[in-house]
């Protein structure tokens, strides 16, 4: 458990950072950008995957070069949600995507269905609309503004976790995929800022390399912990799982109205009370 507690702790902290980056002075896509250089390193010293595979013939290249685009840019995405819609609406609405993810192993991978993951399909519907309802004390405008990008993260991460799958069943590890698309990912990131830079889009800083720094450092620290925790339990995937996500969601709600005063409509906690509902049913349906 004291590794499930440290993974839902990194997770909510991203959002903190994410939260806090403007007023911090921190450009996101530069940070974003020394975050996969600072995962690909620390996955590298750690984890330490296999590379071979990804010299054999029949390595998943398209799988792994489409994923290396969807990770930057999915956390782009959910840098936009948090700073639009806060850190509540924002971690829910990531963790909703296994839904999506529930959906897509029906359709493409022929996934077993039975009634507790359907009913955590169903209700996991109605929370996504409660969290993507207008909150308290905020206008139309920026919730208009807002509703999209909370939209774009769950399905963002839900394309993820497909891709994540279509690479497993080519026989790559999933530790391997994600130690090569981190330094894809980091290549094509440092190309952009270089480009952003020579427009004068940006200005490199020293501010937003610290920020890099810490941003992936939590951010491999929530995969480190989440893959030595289901090392700890190997025979209780479905408990991880579900505290994992669930962690998430109550603790971020807890960091949103406590530590920002984040406010929610009558709506956005009905959903968030769902989307626990939601991943519990899922996880029963995993035993």
């Not at 999933?174 to 270089?194: D, E, K, P």
């Not at 992936?216 to 620290?221: K, S």
């Not at 009905?270 to 996880?283: D, H, K, M, P, W």
Request: include cysteine; hydrophobic fraction near 60%.
């Amino acid at each position: 458990m004291p590794f499930l507690f440290l993974a839902v702790l990194c997770s909510v902290l991203v959002s903190v950072l994410l939260k806090r980056a403007a007023r911090l002075g921190i450009d996101v896509a530069q940070a974003v950008t020394w975050n996969y250089a600072v995962a690909a390193v620390l996955c590298a010293l750690l984890l330490r995957p296999a590379l071979a595979p990804l010299r054999e013939t029949g390595a998943p290249w398209p799988e792994l070069l489409a994923l290396a685009v969807a990770l930057p840019a999915i956390f782009l995405v959910f840098a936009r949600a948090v700073a639009l819609s806060g850190i509540v609406r924002s971690d829910a609405a990531q963790r909703l995507s296994l839904l999506l993810s529930l959906a897509a192993a029906f359709a493409l991978f022929g996934e077993a269905l039975n009634g507790w993951k359907l009913g955590g399909l169903c209700v996991g519907i109605v929370a996504l609309a409660g969290i993507l309802a207008r909150p308290a004390e905020r206008g139309v405008a920026p919730w208009r503004r807002a509703w999209p990008w909370l939209l774009a993260t769950c399905a963002g991460y839900a394309c993820v976790d497909v891709l994540l799958k279509r690479i497993a069943l080519s026989g790559t590890a999933s530790m391997t995929a994600l130690q090569a698309s981190f330094v894809l990912a980091f290549a094509a990131m440092a190309a952009l800022q270089a480009v952003r830079a020579w427009r004068g889009k940006t200005r490199l800083t020293v501010r937003s390399l610290f920020g890099g720094l810490l941003l992936g450092a939590l951010n491999f620290a929530n995969i480190f912990f989440y893959v030595r925790a289901h090392q700890a339990l190997p025979h209780s995937p479905a408990t991880v799982f579900a505290t994992m996500n669930i962690g998430v969601v109550a603790l971020g709600t807890l960091v949103g109205t406590v530590g920002f005063g984040e406010k929610t409509s009558a709506w956005n906690r009905i959903g968030l009370a769902l989307a626990v509902v939601a991943i519990a049913l899922v996880a029963l349906g995993a035993r």
